[in-house]
């Protein structure tokens, strides 16, 4: 059972369409992470959400902390093909990273 | 952030053989992590390693399987032991630096086991 709940697993659109990426979890945490990663890679560090309510932006993708420190969401705007890969979230508890089921998302040209 | 190389970057072995990867840090680090991502899924812990003691192992791994070795700050590696079909995956070696860039990773190292 994953302890992160990812929705949706897959995403195919096409380029310049939008798309949101959900992480959800019963667990209140202090901080989250979201990660890319691209076939033949590790997983690189897109951003860290720490305060409840908080909206950072990274160019064309935006994260969003829930009030309740509970759930986290990616969106991103315009996508293009370079956004293709596998987007995780995950914890830091204590000095573990415990991820989320990820979520595959295809960007067609 | 830190560096990591890691080798080897693929390989194909026989049933019942073992395998060493070795992950290599360009600075010192106190912990080093080993997860294995199965085909199609995310990332799962397998074992923390620190310099001096025995790694400590996740819920459903265990050293007779993923013996690791961590001879210094900048060095560990994980073998995967009397290799079957099920230990087909992709193995990565990771290092939380510093805080603020998050945890590094390698480029992982896929195993197919036939």
């Known amino acids: 059972t994953q302890l992160l709940e990812q929705s949706p697993q897959f995403l195919s659109i096409q380029e310049g369409e939008n798309l949101t990426v959900y992480c959800n979890s019963s667990s209140v945490f202090s901080s989250l992470q979201w990660y890319r990663q691209e076939p033949g890679e590790g997983p690189v560090l897109l951003v860290t959400?720490?305060?409840?309510?908080e909206v950072k932006k990274l160019k064309r993708l935006t994260f969003q902390f829930g009030d309740a420190r509970k759930d986290s969401s990616l969106h991103i705007t315009a996508a293009q093909p370079g956004d293709t890969g596998l987007y995780l979230c995950?914890?830091?508890?204590?000095?573990?990273?415990?991820f989320g089921g990820g979520t595959r998302v295809l960007v067609k040209p | 952030s830190a560096v990591i190389s890691q080798k080897p970057s693929r390989d194909i072995c026989q049933r019942g053989t073992s395998l060493t990867i070795q992950c290599q840090v360009d600075s010192q680090v106190t912990m080093m992590f080993w997860y294995r991502q199965q085909p199609g899924q995310s990332l799962t812990l397998i074992a923390t390693?620190?310099?001096?003691?025995?790694?400590?192992?996740e819920s459903g791994f265990v050293i007779d399987k993923f013996p690791i070795s961590r001879p210094n700050l900048t060095f560990s590696t994980l073998t995967v032991s009397n290799m079957s079909p099920e230990d087909s995956s992709i193995y990565l070696c990771?290092?939380?630096?510093?805080?603020?860039?998050?945890?590094?990773f390698g480029s992982g190292t896929r195993l197919t086991v036939v």
């Open positions: 390693a620190n310099q001096g003691s025995e790694a400590t192992y």
């Open positions: 995950a914890r830091a508890a204590g000095n573990k990273l415990t």
């Open positions: 990771s290092v939380d630096k510093e805080a603020s860039y998050g945890y590094t």
């Open positions: 959400v720490v305060t409840g309510g």
